[in-house]
C-alpha cells in the first residue's frame, strides 16, 4: 500500500464525521456514568452491611469487582470511541472526496473518471453513476 494511500482514522475532515462519532459516544458516556454511580453507591452500601454483620472477607472482594467494573467500563468505553471514529471515517470520507473530484471535474470540464478505493463499497456504487454521466458529457465542452 503506497502512502498515498493511506488516512488517517482520527483525522475530522467534515462537519458529518463528528456527528457521527458524537452520536455513538454521547449515549456510552452517560450510561457509562450511571453505572459507574450505581456500582460505587452499591459497592458501599452492600460494603457497610457485610462490615456490620462481620462478613470481613466479602468487603475485599466487593472493592475488587468495583475496581474491575470501573477498568472494563473504561476498556469498553475506549474501544466504542474507536470503534465511533472507524465507522464514521468508513462512511463519510469517501464521500467528500467523490464531491472535491466533481467539483474539480465542473470547474476544469474534464471528463476523467473518480476513482474510489476498493474498500469503500457504498461510494464506488455512487463513483460508477457519476462515471457515466461523465462519459455523456460532450467532448467540446471542456474549458481552458
Not at 450510561?31 to 452492600?46: H, K, Q
Request: proline residues 3%; positive net charge.
Amino acid at each position: 500500500m503506497s502512502s498515498q494511500n493511506k488516512r488517517n482514522v482520527f483525522s475530522i475532515n467534515n462537519k458529518y464525521q463528528m456527528q457521527i462519532v458524537f452520536l455513538i459516544t454521547a449515549p456510552l458516556f452517560v450510561i457509562a456514568l450511571i453505572l459507574l454511580l450505581i456500582t460505587f453507591f452499591m459497592s458501599a452500601e452492600v460494603s457497610k452491611l457485610v462490615l456490620h454483620q462481620s462478613y470481613s472477607l466479602v468487603g475485599p472482594c466487593i472493592a475488587r469487582w468495583f475496581y474491575t467494573t470501573v477498568f472494563f467500563t473504561f476498556l469498553s468505553l475506549f474501544t466504542f470511541v474507536l470503534l465511533a471514529f472507524k465507522l464514521a471515517y468508513d462512511m463519510v470520507n469517501p464521500f467528500s472526496r467523490i464531491i472535491t473530484e466533481v467539483d474539480e471535474i465542473l470547474i476544469t470540464g474534464s471528463k476523467r473518471t473518480i476513482v474510489v478505493r476498493p474498500e469503500d463499497e457504498l461510494a464506488k456504487e455512487v463513483s460508477d453513476r457519476f462515471n457515466n454521466l461523465i462519459t455523456l458529457i460532450p467532448s467540446g465542452t471542456q474549458k481552458n
